[in-house]
């Protein structure tokens, strides 16, 4: 299917049906086959994929009447919806960044389901996944084939460095917290 295999892929995963092909190992392969149509196939998967995870989130939007269910002051809900506000989009964005996995599916449903603004979870989608899908092309384009085992050998760093960058946006939204009472 070429191209295409990487637009269906991308847009049924994101959409919520987990498939056994991953859409990383495919940007990868392609990359590594025809490195010069490597923007195609970035463009492919964070299209496809960026369709899929809104389309998940309308779902949500549309059908998530759990969480926003009246509840008194002192209960779960309410402080679920207070952090998912204040860190909701940090906890999106890194698995969408990371290609290890990660429970992005859960932090996509609280987006629509909590009325997170749509630019924001647009522009929190697009720029993990073209950061992702760009930087795994690159590593097909100057690897070739020696690329997958090159994130296999690294799946721990991987996962350290989104430790790290959770911990970082974290503290970053922390400080924007201060600087904006500050004001």
């Known amino acids: ?14 959409a919520g049906i987990p498939l056994a092909v991953g859409l990383d190992v495919l940007v990868v ?3 590594t ?9 970035v463009g492919l998967a964070v299209l496809g994929s960026t369709a899929g995870t809104v389309s998940l989130f309308f779902i949500a939007r549309r059908s998530g009447g759990l969480l926003l269910k009246p509840e008194p002051s002192d209960g779960w809900r ?4 207070e952090w998912f506000h204040r860190y909701g989009l940090v906890t999106l964005f890194i698995p969408a960044l990371i290609p290890i996995p990660m429970p992005m599916k859960f932090f996509v449903i609280c987006s629509g389901c909590l009325g997170i603004p749509l630019s924001h979870f647009l522009a929190t989608v697009l720029l993990a996944r073209i950061l992702r899908y760009s930087g795994e092309a690159y590593l097909g384009v100057q690897m070739g084939e020696h690329s997958k085992l090159f994130l296999d050998q690294h799946r721990w760093d991987f996962a350290m460095l989104a430790v790290l960058l959770a911990i970082g946006l974290y503290l970053l939204v922390r400080v924007s917290e201060r600087l904006r009472s500050a004001r």
Do not use: E
């Open 78 to 81: 309410p402080r679920f919806r």
């Open 29 to 31: 392969l392609f990359s």
């Open 33 to 41: 086959q025809k490195p010069q149509l490597a923007p195609l196939w």
């Open 1 to 14: 299917m070429g191209p295409w295999a990487i637009l269906l892929v991308a847009f049924i995963d994101s």
